[in-house]
Each structure stands twice: as structure tokens, then as C-alpha cells.
């Protein structure tokens, strides 16, 4: 299986701060890489797919980049409404693994 | 607009088998390159991807779960249908199913779109 390692597991930040999460792959995956946002009590949501691609619907504050083994989800301007956990997905190969998501929080 | 919507027992027992169903609408199963995957998630846990069945028929499943797992498809009821044998307590969590949309470009593979809002299963006896 391909192990999804996120980093940080959790930070905190303040209103309009740039906010940088990172996901590792254990293999290349080539741009096979989703971002998830979820909510307490919530469905995850889907942010980014293909590694760079917006979700139709998904404002242009967030953004994906990377390649093979490295990606990063970007928040530009952090909003109130963006305080949640953020999960990372790999789907080149099986089984679909997550990471252990990141907690982003009110400072 | 796609909608998905899981539906099952909120408690079953150990042993016992789960059955639980995706009934979705805004798209169609006989479509080229759609599938819909299931993925659940412990209380305060990540999320865990279990199976995912294709247009075609193909399913995949998480190969620590494989012996326990089956999903199928019924396209004329817009449904999918992921079972679960010899339940623990362990595989209590929040069960979702998601659309996998067909690729629309190929350098920009799809990946999960529209989730259910999921279902709680407790095993407990």
C-alpha cells in the first residue's frame, strides 16, 4: 500500500494568514493526488483533484501543486470558514489511501 | 446535481453482517469511466477507503478488508450495495459512498467529486 504522510498534523493560524499543508507519498503517484476539506459532524468535501485542479464550485483561494512523491495544498487568505481538517489522497494505485489529515484551528 | 445518500442499521452485533446502501441521483452507473467507492471513518479517526465499483462492472477492494467485503451495483435503482461479514467493534465509524466522475481530461485523472453525508454504524452487543 502507498502511505500518505501529511505534515503538520495540526496548526493553528489567525484570520488572513497564507496557510501551507504538505502530503508525502511513499511512491511516485504521479499528479493522482486529491484534497479533501472536512468539517465536525460533516462529509468531506472535495477541494482539489489531479493535484492542481479546482473542484468545480471551490473558490481560488485554495491551491494544489506537486508531482511524484511531494504535494502542497495552499490556503491564500484564511477565512473563518476554513477552520477544519484537511485530508490528502493518493488513487494511482490500489488500495485509495488517505493521510491521517490536518487539523487547522483558530490561534 | 449529483445527491448520494447511504442508508442502513445504525447497530448491529458482532458476527453479524453489515448491509448498507448508496442510493444516488444526477448520474448513471452505465456511464463510461464512473464508479462509486464507499470510505468509512472511526470516531476522530481518518478516513479509510474500502471499495469501489466501475461503470463496467470492475470492483476494487482494500485488501485487508477483501475477505469481508462485497459491493455491487444495481443500475436501474440508481443503487450500490457494499456488505460487510463478521462485524466488530472495531468497524464502528461513519460510512460514506462518493461519485467518481469519468476522466474529462486525461493529464487530469478524476478523483472522488460528491459525497454522501454519510451513515453511523455502532457494533456493539
Known amino acids: 500500500d502507498i502511505q500518505m504522510t501529511q505534515s503538520p498534523s495540526s496548526l493553528s493560524a489567525s484570520v488572513g494568514d497564507r496557510v501551507t499543508i504538505t502530503c508525502r507519498a511513499s511512491?511516485?503517484?504521479?499528479?493522482?493526488l486529491a484534497w479533501f476539506q472536512q468539517k465536525p459532524g460533516k462529509a468531506p468535501k472535495s477541494l482539489i483533484y489531479?493535484?492542481?485542479s479546482l473542484q468545480s464550485g471551490v473558490p481560488s483561494k485554495f491551491s494544489g501543486s506537486g508531482s511524484g512523491t511531494d504535494f502542497t495544498l495552499t490556503i491564500s487568505s484564511l477565512q473563518p470558514e476554513d477552520f477544519a481538517t484537511y485530508y490528502c489522497?493518493?488513487?494511482?494505485?490500489?488500495?485509495?489511501?488517505f493521510g491521517q489529515g490536518t487539523k487547522v484551528e483558530i490561534k | 446535481q449529483i445527491t448520494l445518500k447511504e442508508s442502513g442499521p445504525t447497530l448491529v452485533k458482532p458476527t453479524q453482517t453489515l448491509t448498507l446502501t448508496c442510493t444516488f441521483s444526477?448520474?448513471?452507473?452505465?456511464?463510461?469511466?464512473?464508479?462509486v467507492g464507499w470510505i468509512r471513518q472511526p470516531p476522530g479517526k481518518a478516513l479509510e477507503w474500502l471499495a469501489l465499483?466501475?461503470?463496467?462492472?470492475?470492483?476494487r477492494y482494500s485488501p485487508s478488508l477483501k475477505s469481508r467485503l462485497t459491493i455491487t451495483k444495481d443500475t436501474s435503482k440508481n443503487q450500490v450495495v457494499l456488505t460487510m461479514t463478521n462485524m466488530d467493534p472495531v468497524d464502528t465509524a461513519t460510512y460514506y459512498c462518493?461519485?467518481?466522475?469519468?476522466?474529462?481530461?486525461?493529464?487530469?485523472?478524476?478523483?472522488?467529486?460528491?459525497w454522501g453525508q454519510g451513515t453511523m454504524v455502532t457494533v456493539s452487543s
Open positions: 444526477g448520474f448513471s452507473l452505465s456511464t463510461s469511466g464512473v464508479g
Open positions: 489522497q493518493q488513487y494511482n494505485s490500489y488500495p485509495w489511501t
Open positions: 462518493a461519485h467518481r466522475p469519468q476522466d474529462i481530461v486525461v493529464v487530469e485523472p478524476a478523483a472522488f467529486d460528491i
Open positions: 489531479a493535484a492542481s
Open positions: 465499483i466501475y461503470w463496467d462492472d470492475d470492483k
Open positions: 511512491q511516485g503517484i504521479s499528479n493522482y
